[in-house]
């Protein structure tokens, strides 16, 4: 591990990194009303990917699920131009196979349909770039896989991480997460040298001005040079993270074992806009 930063942060990025190689268990009841095991967070309007189902809130923080599947949604993002796409295992005593590959939804997660990679693929981590080519991150196996249609993929780097951002004004420059720091890719994927030492749970990169990290122990950072410093902002509330995703350089959403949190000052106050239950991953 590198010398600059508690051992304590960094052993818990090795158990978080862990974790990803493999799947949830434990489903909850169909009427459970607090959700656990949060794996994604999107959309001006706020959708929330978990463990039971996509859900939104209600006036008062309650989540409703979206539609009427409960899969676990391992991986999840929204496309520029809103098509959301997922990843993960379908609900329990749902018919095909384990690993639901790539989905895709038109109607903001009304209803999905198969696109690639059933059976084959379990993406713990998804995201888009600028030009609509889908880097998933395929975690059983430890390998990036991109594709230009989300259909027909190429496998790339082979590497041990759990979150992956695209930069929005570069789209063969991707970062991602790993036990000894931020790693950075510049070829597509194709091949990844250090770029931090700072070792962070998540990232997302939503704007030249717009790059963010957070830590295991739920510290919130601002990326500049692509990844390679980073600056404190603030400790979000609830304990360790579960997801992140920045929407601009202002709004900022981050799950934690308590709850979905929202900023819209760059993260220095949050507001929680959804209760959780605490869960491991």
Known sequence: MNRYFPRLAATAAVAVLALTLTACSG???????????????????????????????????????????RDDFMGFTVTARGDFLASGHPAPGSD?????????????????????????????ALDTASDATVYGYDSAR???RVSADGVAWE???????????????????VLATTETGVVRST???????????????????????????????????RGTDGGASWTRVASVPGGA????????????????????????????????RMAVESGEH
């Open 241 to 272: 993270p579960q997801a992140l995703t920045a929407v601009d350089a202002r709004r900022l959403l981050v799950a934690t074992q308590d709850g979905v949190y929202e900023s819209r000052d760059g993260g220095r106050r949050f507001d929680r």
């Open 27 to 69: 489903d909850a009841a169909p009427d459970t009303p607090a959700l656990s095991h949060i794996h994604g967070l999107r959309g001006d309007t706020l959708y929330v990917a978990t463990h039971q189902g996509l859900h939104t809130p209600d006036a008062d923080g309650r989540p409703v699920l979206v539609g009427d599947r």
């Open 96 to 124: 095909g196979p384990a690993d639901l590959g790539l989905i895709a939804s038109t109607d903001s997660g009304r209803t999905w349909r198969e696109r690639s990679l059933a059976g084959k693929v379990d993406f713990h």
């Open 155 to 173: 496998e790339r780097a082979s590497l041990r991480a759990l979150d992956i951002a695209v930069s929005p004004a570069a789209p063969d420059t």
């Open 142 to 144: 430890g390998l990036l």
């Open 187 to 221: 070829d597509g994927g194709r091949t990844f040298a250090p770029a931090s030492e700072r070792v962070l749970a998540y990232v997302s990169w939503a704007g030249p001005d717009a790059l963010f990290g957070i830590d295991p122990d739920g510290v919130l950072f």
